[in-house]
């Protein structure tokens, strides 16, 4: 069975800084894109921004320059690393990833959600 395991959020004054991880775990054989995407209540939930295998990355308009993602394909972990936090960045942050799983076969998964506040 494959986990993601999310881990990073907070509370941070606007300008401030965070950076998120998430650890995929389980019997994997393979991992493509991995991606963050958020969600605040009564609305859709949001592309943050992705990554490939090979490193290429997609980013929202509303973070590009702020936020950076990188992952470690050796770690089967993925990081968000968010600065200039403004208060619109608040929202439940989700980490997903398309798993080849050993036995399952491939995969859409996802974590569990952490929590990101930007307020003063």
């Known amino acids: 069975q494959v986990q993601l395991v999310e881990s990073g959020g907070g509370l941070v004054q606007p300008g401030g800084s965070l950076r998120l991880s998430c650890a995929a775990s389980g019997s994997i054989f393979a991992i493509s894109a991995m991606g963050w995407y958020r969600q605040v209540p009564g609305k859709q939930r949001e592309l943050v921004a992705t990554?490939?295998?090979?490193?290429?990355?997609t980013y929202a308009d509303s973070v590009k320059g702020r936020f950076t993602i990188s992952r470690d394909n050796a770690k089967s972990t993925v990081y968000l690393q968010m600065n200039s936090l403004k208060p619109e960045d608040t929202a439940v942050y989700y980490c997903?990833?398309?798993?080849?799983?050993?036995?399952?076969?491939?995969?859409?998964?996802w974590g569990q959600g952490t929590q990101v506040t930007v307020s003063s």
């Open positions: 990554t490939t295998s090979g490193g290429s990355t």
């Open positions: 997903n990833a398309g798993v080849l799983a050993i036995a399952d076969g491939f995969g859409d998964y």
